[in-house]
């Protein structure tokens, strides 16, 4: 399925049994307890996989989630194992897996997405122009778009079965989910992980809008973060010198190809039309500057 050696749409590992091929990554069972996350370089956009990988993305999400792993480790503990990916498939599959997977404890995920805003945009806009709320939490009258939070908010979704899109939620539906403690737990860590991020991100230059943050617990209840960690993908990332308040900043994700889309004879539903060279190319390095300036590499 490669295309070539930067490039990888779909993994097959066959020395590992495969558990499951999520929009972007596919997961390998190691044992009873591990993991095998590959990150591909699949790209969803409206909740439909294009045809069209994007070269090196399942390298930068990986090394980004990563440098967040390391950098927060001492806020919440994460899924991470010392395993080289490499040692743990056949020789012949080590060139799928180099630089783009990890191994990881195996937990059990939470059904809620931990979504924390620090400014307001997407689908939280739209709400607050109905309600002036986002998820149940009532905000300052006169907010523009994109404009700064007085303070970061977590607003949860439920985690929607495979091809539906997440439904926002109030805090007491996801205490109903994850029961109050581990709720109230997820919510303090999220916006404490979130504000860091951001702190440490706008000294490089880049603004965090919001982003997503998955959870696990473990045999013992213990909470673990898991999944990916502050990437283009779970993120809104913004150049802060083109922040303007009242219109929507351009973004180191995939706007470029949602943009694109927008413009096509396209119904958002599968099959998506192939990307052209000029949008791939320019998809590949909104992410790869994400990752320069925030990680230095």
Same mark, same amino acid.
């Given at each position: 399925?490669?295309?070539?050696? +930067?490039?990888?749409?779909? $993994?097959?590992?066959?020395?590992?049994?495969?558990?499951?091929?999520?929009?972007?990554?596919?997961?390998?069972?190691?044992?009873?307890?591990?993991?095998?996350?590959?990150?591909?370089?699949? /790209? +969803?956009?409206?909740?439909?996989? /294009?045809?069209?990988?994007?070269?090196?993305? =399942?390298?930068?999400?990986?090394?980004?989630? @990563?440098?967040?792993?390391?950098?927060?480790?001492?806020?919440?503990?994460?899924?991470? !194992?010392?395993?080289?990916?490499? $040692?743990?498939?056949?020789?012949?599959?080590?060139?799928?897996?180099?630089?783009? *997977?990890?191994?990881?404890?195996?937990?059990?995920?939470?059904?809620?997405?931990?979504v924390v805003r620090?400014? #307001?945009?997407? $689908?939280?806009?739209?709400?607050?122009?109905?309600?002036?709320?986002?998820?149940? #939490?009532?905000?300052?009258?006169?907010?523009?778009?994109?404009?700064?939070?007085?303070?970061?908010? &977590? !607003?949860?979704? &439920?985690?929607?079965?495979?091809?539906?899109?997440?439904?926002?939620?109030? @805090?007491?539906?996801?205490?109903?989910?994850?029961?109050?403690?581990?709720? *109230?737990?997820?919510?303090? #860590? $999220?916006?404490?992980?979130?504000?860091?991020?951001?702190?440490?991100?706008?000294?490089?230059?880049?603004? #965090?809008a919001d982003t997503?943050?998955? @959870?696990?617990?473990?045999?013992?209840?213990?909470?673990?973060?898991?999944?990916? *960690? /502050?990437?283009?993908?779970?993120?809104?990332?913004?150049?802060?010198?083109?922040?303007?308040?009242? !219109?929507?900043?351009?973004?180191?994700?995939?706007? @470029?190809?949602?943009?694109? /889309?927008?413009?096509?004879?396209?119904?958002?539903?599968?099959?998506?039309?192939?990307?052209?060279?000029?949008?791939?190319?320019? !998809?590949?390095e909104k992410y790869?500057?994400?990752?320069?300036?925030?990680? =230095?590499?």
């Amino acid at each position: 399925m490669n295309s070539d050696h +930067s490039t990888l749409f779909e $993994s097959s590992i066959q020395s590992l049994k495969f558990l499951h091929r999520g929009k972007v990554r596919d997961l390998y069972a190691v044992g009873d307890d591990k993991l095998l996350v590959v990150q591909t370089d699949r /790209l +969803s956009a409206f909740d439909v996989i /294009l045809p069209t990988p994007i070269p090196g993305k =399942g390298h930068v999400l990986t090394e980004l989630s @990563f440098f967040w792993f390391r950098k927060l480790g001492h806020v919440v503990r994460n899924h991470l !194992t010392d395993i080289a990916p490499e $040692s743990v498939v056949a020789p012949s599959e080590r060139a799928q897996v180099a630089g783009r *997977a990890m191994v990881v404890k195996k937990l059990k995920p939470l059904l809620i997405e931990a979504v924390v805003r620090g400014y #307001i945009i997407g $689908s939280g806009w739209n709400d607050y122009q109905k309600t002036r709320a986002v998820c149940g #939490i009532e905000l300052p009258p006169g907010l523009k778009q994109a404009q700064k939070l007085p303070q970061p908010i &977590f !607003t949860p979704a &439920f985690k929607a079965p495979m091809g539906e899109h997440d439904e926002n939620i109030t @805090f007491a539906e996801a205490e109903k989910l994850a029961g109050k403690e581990l709720a *109230a737990q997820v919510r303090d #860590i $999220s916006i404490r992980l979130y504000t860091e991020a951001a702190d440490y991100a706008a000294t490089r230059g880049i603004i #965090i809008a919001d982003t997503k943050f998955e @959870f696990g617990v473990d045999d013992k209840g213990g909470l673990v973060l898991i999944d990916e *960690a /502050l990437t283009p993908d779970s993120s809104r990332f913004w150049p802060a010198a083109q922040y303007r308040t009242g !219109t929507s900043p351009p973004s180191f994700d995939k706007q @470029f190809v949602r943009d694109w /889309l927008e413009t096509q004879p396209w119904n958002k539903k599968h099959p998506a039309p192939a990307l052209p060279p000029d949008v791939l190319r320019k !998809t590949s390095e909104k992410y790869r500057e994400a990752l320069r300036l925030l990680a =230095g590499s």
